[in-house]
Nanobody, 126 residues
Framework: QVQLEESGGGLVQPGGSLRLACAAP????????MGWFRQAPGKEREGVAC????????YYADSVKGRFTISRDSARSTVYLQMNNLRPEDTAAYYC???????????????????WGQGTQVTVSP
């Protein structure tokens, strides 16, 4: 059973940076798309960023383009989300997810996933 372990959330001031990590210890998710969703109180969960391990293609929500960067390690078992120039509206619980043999547009647009992490809180506040 794959377990996704997230880390790196916290409190940061507007304009600051955070780096989230999502690890799948003991597993190499070669044929998976992996990425991040976020959910703020009272709002629906939204896809933020995705990377497909087969070809490293990526997807970003319009709201984070140019500020967030998703990457993976060479073993394809850990995915990172570098978040720069953070805004108060980025405040949310961030969830890592993985889905087998899908593209990033599909991955980011639907709720079904093979695996979910427990979530890590990101708070952007003065």
């Amino acid at each position: 059973q794959v377990q996704l372990e997230e880390s790196g959330g916290g409190l940061v001031q507007p304009g600051g940076s955070l780096r989230l990590a999502c690890a799948a210890p003991g597993f190499t998710l070669v044929n998976y798309a992996m990425g991040w969703f976020r959910q703020a109180p009272g709002k629906e969960r939204e896809g933020v960023a995705c990377i497909r391990n087969t070809d490293a293609s990526t997807y970003y929500a319009d709201s984070v383009k140019g500020r967030f960067t998703i990457s993976r390690d060479s073993a394809r078992s850990t995915v990172y989300l570098q978040m720069n120039n953070l805004r108060p509206e980025d405040t949310a619980a961030y969830y890592c997810a993985a889905e087998f043999k899908t593209d990033c547009v599909t991955f980011s647009g639907r709720a079904y996933k093979d695996y979910w992490g427990q979530g890590t809180q990101v708070t952007v506040s003065p």
